[in-house]
């Protein structure tokens, strides 16, 4: 457990100026806009976009900083890195966990936003997002790997998955109510992990 809240810190530790840098721009301007043009402002949906925004720019910064792991070149063995770690080490929770963690927000957004009732739709998303991913990081240096791949998929799914049993529970609420649940899920599940992490 401790080795995967290091991870998490260290992600954290790479990550947090474009987070803030991210915000503070896209708050002011939408803020700016919002009030110059005199249209309402939903917290909820603006907290939401927000964070799809600074998810994609933090999904971007993961994928094509420095590789840990070492391994370059093509992997088209399915199962090949998966049973390269043992479980509990560092590396394992950054390649086989992370790859799952980092996709589930993915499934989620592109869920909500979208509005999808069927798993199909973002399993192909999942896959076009996961391949384009994996060539960029063959152009870059490091590993094309179809084991990363499949474990976005399944991140991807899980994510589709939060997103429906949301959709269900809240499903009778104004967007706005549902966003606001959403959001206040969401910070609650960041404070819990802020917490864990100190």
């Avoid at 043009?37 to 925004?53: A, D, G, W």
């Avoid at 840990?68 to 950054?94: D, M």
């Avoid at 509005?115 to 896959?127: C, D, H, P, Q, V």
Wanted: hydrophobic letters at 55%.
């Amino acid at each position: 457990m401790q080795v995967l809240v290091n991870e998490i810190k260290d992600v954290l530790n790479d990550t947090w100026p474009m987070i803030l840098l991210t915000s503070v721009v896209l708050i002011t301007i939408r803020l700016a806009y919002i009030f110059k043009n005199k249209e309402p402002l939903y917290v909820s949906k603006e907290l939401m976009m927000l964070t799809f925004i600074v998810y994609i720019l933090c999904l971007f910064q993961i994928v094509t900083s420095n590789d840990v792991s070492g391994v370059h070149g093509i992997n088209i063995t399915l199962f090949k890195e998966l049973t390269r770690y043992q479980i509990g080490t560092r590396l394992f929770y950054r390649n086989i966990v992370g790859n799952i963690i980092m996709f589930i927000p993915f499934g989620f957004f592109t869920s909500y936003y979208l509005k999808l009732e069927r798993k199909s739709f973002i399993f192909f998303l999942s896959i076009i997002i996961s391949v384009v991913i994996e060539l960029i990081q063959l152009k870059i240096g490091r590993a094309f790997d179809i084991d990363d791949i499949l474990l976005n998929i399944i991140g991807s799914m899980i994510g589709y998955f939060l997103y429906r049993i949301i959709d269900k529970i809240f499903g009778r609420l104004s967007d706005t109510l549902k966003g606001t649940l959403i959001i206040v899920g969401f910070l609650t599940a960041l404070i819990i992990l802020t917490i864990i992490i100190i």
